[in-house]
């Protein structure tokens, strides 16, 4: 039973352009967890979605960042014209049931530098 | 807002101690509190989950605690080991999201 993947693990961006990153949460697991480490900063949360749907969304900034999770294929956070401040570690997280009703499983992350 | 906080934020001990990270809260209403470790430069490994009716839960030499009423948990290392050395990160669940603490940095010397 593989675990939570993301892709890719290292991402380098120049200012301006986009970058995607990909979650495929672990086998029978329909919510997902988007949450970010800023450099020598702890996690906090983006935003959590089930299929389809945005549950969540409070901790997303307001523009330039957008996280879909559709019917079919893995959930795809979106960050459109990064800037410097973007770099940072994103991490993603699924688990089988809603809310505290079981653990958050945790990727290994993908590493976002913007140049 | 909840805030977590874990002390000490960092921890140097010789390998075979007995040691204690502590966490806590400010808002005791949660669901459950999950203790991880973070090896740098990767993920997070889940260690241990504390359902909110629980009082602590034990995992080979890992040990945690929760007193919900005082908003705390304490995370038990028995018998230390070099392999120990990583960073310890408290999560608290209200619902949608977990706040996490800012971690400790264990590292445990041979």
New interface residues.
Partial sequence: NAG?M?NPRHLVRRRGQEARLRCSPMKGHSHV?W?RQLPEE????MV?LQKENI??E??MPKERFSAEFPKEGPSILRIQQVVRGDSAAY?C?SSRDR???S???????T?LTVT | KQEVTQIPAALSVPEGENLVLNCSFTDSAIYNLQWFRQDPGKGLTSLLLIQSSQREQTSGRLNASLDKSSGRSTLYIAASQPGDSATYLCAVNAGNMLTFGGGTRLMVKP
């Fill in positions: 939570v993301q967890y949450y702890g996690l906090k949360f959590y549950i969540d409070s901790g991490f997280a809310g505290g009703d653990p958050l499983h945790f990727g290994n992350g590493r």
